[in-house]
């Protein structure tokens, strides 16, 4: 059984910085892209970050660009996403999906086939 589990999420100044975590199990992690979503409420889900199965290749969302990080550790089955320069407009349930295949176009949810339980990330003014 495929599972993610997000954790890392919290409240934050503005200006700070965060990282969240996502622990994969189920599957042969390092054959598969992984990606972070975000939602705020009232608004659609959009992609903030994607990484290839090597780590090679990674894509971020504009909004995000120069100020988040994406990372794995295959060794230890886990992705992040770290979260420096924070603003308000970050705060969302941040969500890691697994990716259907080695590559994964971030703003693709059809890229991706799991989806973890989210975390919370507000950013105080």
């Known amino acids: 059984e495929v599972q993610l589990v997000e954790s890392g999420g919290g409240l934050v100044q503005a200006g700070g910085s965060l990282r969240v975590s996502c622990a994969a199990s189920?599957?042969?992690?390092?054959?598969?892209?992984m990606g972070w979503f975000r939602q705020a409420p009232g608004k659609e889900r959009e992609g903030v970050s994607s990484?290839?199965?090597?780590?090679?290749?990674?894509t971020y969302a504009d909004s995000v660009k120069g100020r988040f990080t994406i990372s794995r550790d295959n060794a230890k089955n886990t992705v992040f996403l770290e979260m420096s320069s924070l603003k308000p407009e970050d705060t969302a349930v941040y969500y890691c999906?697994?990716?259907?295949?080695?590559?994964?176009?971030?703003?693709?949810?059809?890229?991706?086939?799991?989806w973890g339980q989210g975390t919370q990330v507000t950013v105080s003014s």
């Open positions: 999906a697994k990716g259907r295949w080695t590559q994964a176009n971030m703003t693709n949810s059809y890229d991706y086939d799991y």
């Open positions: 990484i290839s199965s090597s780590g090679l290749t990674t």
């Open positions: 189920g599957f042969s992690f390092d054959e598969y892209a």
